[in-house]
């Protein structure tokens, strides 16, 4: 996913939001859930408001496995996509949902399935695709990468940066004309990254996913300087996805795959839990805050509970459906743990 806002002048999502949206709280969290990764189930995606409220956008029982990564598009109607790419099946292609979590479209050609496949929007709405050893811009190439591929995000000025991790640390940029550049790599601060995030400011945030190691995110500024942001997150979380909210406090979300949990991080690197299994958690494989507002109450409940008599769920707005299985509960904040 890609979405960029100030933090203390940052971004969130790994997917880019139009910075205009400011002004239309409550928006909706992505949380891309996994299972099928270590063949524990089907795929699904959540969706949490601002304020706490969640449901099911894509049910498991949609049948999805191989599911990547979750963006969302900046100008409306909003789309919500979903890259996946199972070789099982022989899938590799971008799904389109509408808010109400209908497929609508589905996007293809970008050659075989072999698991890597990574999605960003940029400010604009372009639509940048990853898979295999090349980048799509709006479904036309643009440049060839290196194979073993992270993640993607979008800066504000037209570069694409994809993180590459199995054969070699790397941060690549891409820029706006196709040119392919190293910018960062083991030596810099990198050890197998995996999340990206960019901020406004173009500060890109990077997490370390070592194995047998505790997580670590670092921070490279646009002039190639490279800080240490966060450490001893998690002892080999696989830290997969990251977005920056653009709420008032502007937080940086991590989700740890292999904890079940998707952190929230304050510009001082300081975090809490922002969801976990008792969400609905499994496996979280990306995270996305999207332009995508959902109706709630003054109390922060998602609206149309009557669709469900007697149900006790909140995924009516987003899904239409009472099958969810996610319970009316909102998402409460565990006290927040230094981590450097």
């Known amino acids: ?66 599911a990547r990564d979750v963006a969302c598009d900046p100008l409306p109607p909003h789309n919500i996509y979903v890259a996946v790419s199972d070789s099982q099946r022989d899938i590799n292609e971008v799904q389109v949902l509408d808010r109400t979590g209908e497929l609508i479209d589905v996007l293809s050609g970008f050659g075989p399935s072999s698991g890597q496949i990574a999605i960003a929007f940029d400010d604009d709405g372009v639509l940048y695709v990853a898979s295999n050893d090349t980048l799509f811009r709006d479904g036309t190439p643009v440049a060839s990468v290196p194979q073993g591929l992270g993640k993607i995000a979008a800066d504000s000025v037209g570069n694409v940066y994809l993180t590459h991790l199995f054969t070699e640390s790397q941060l690549i940029r891409v820029t706006p004309g196709g040119a392919v550049q190293v910018l960062a790599v083991e030596g810099s601060g990198l050890s197998q990254p995996f999340g990206i995030a960019i901020d406004l400011d173009d500060a890109i945030f990077v997490a370390n996913a070592v194995p047998s190691e505790p997580a670590t995110i670092i921070k490279i500024l646009p002039s190639g300087i490279a800080e240490l942001f966060a450490d001893v997150i998690s002892f080999q979380p696989g830290p997969r996805g990251m977005s920056f909210d653009m709420g008032p406090e502007e937080r940086l979300y991590v989700a740890l795959t292999d904890d079940d949990v998707v952190l929230s991080f304050d510009r001082f690197g300081d975090s809490e839990v922002f969801a976990d299994q008792a969400d609905g958690l499994l496996l979280p494989a990306d ?49 927040g743990s230094r981590t450097s």
């Not at 099928?36 to 029982?61: C, E, M, Y």
């Not at 959902?294 to 007697?310: A, K, M, N, T, Y």
């Open 1 to 66: 996913m890609t979405c960029r806002y100030r933090w203390p002048i940052a971004t969130l999502c790994t997917l880019a939001f139009a910075r205009s949206l400011h002004a239309q709280p409550p928006l909706t969290f992505f949380v891309l859930n996994a299972p099928s990764i270590a063949s524990r189930g089907n795929d699904f995606v959540l969706a949490f408001t601002s304020r706490g409220a969640s449901g099911a956008l894509l049910p498991a029982s949609r049948g999805v496995t191989g």
């Open 287 to 335: 995270v996305e805050w999207g332009a995508c507002p959902i109706d709630v109450d003054d109390d922060g409940v998602l609206d149309h509970e009557d669709e469900c008599p007697g149900s006790s769920r909140r995924a009516t707005v987003v899904l239409g459906k009472c099958d969810s299985g996610i319970p009316n509960r909102p998402v409460a904040p565990a006290a």
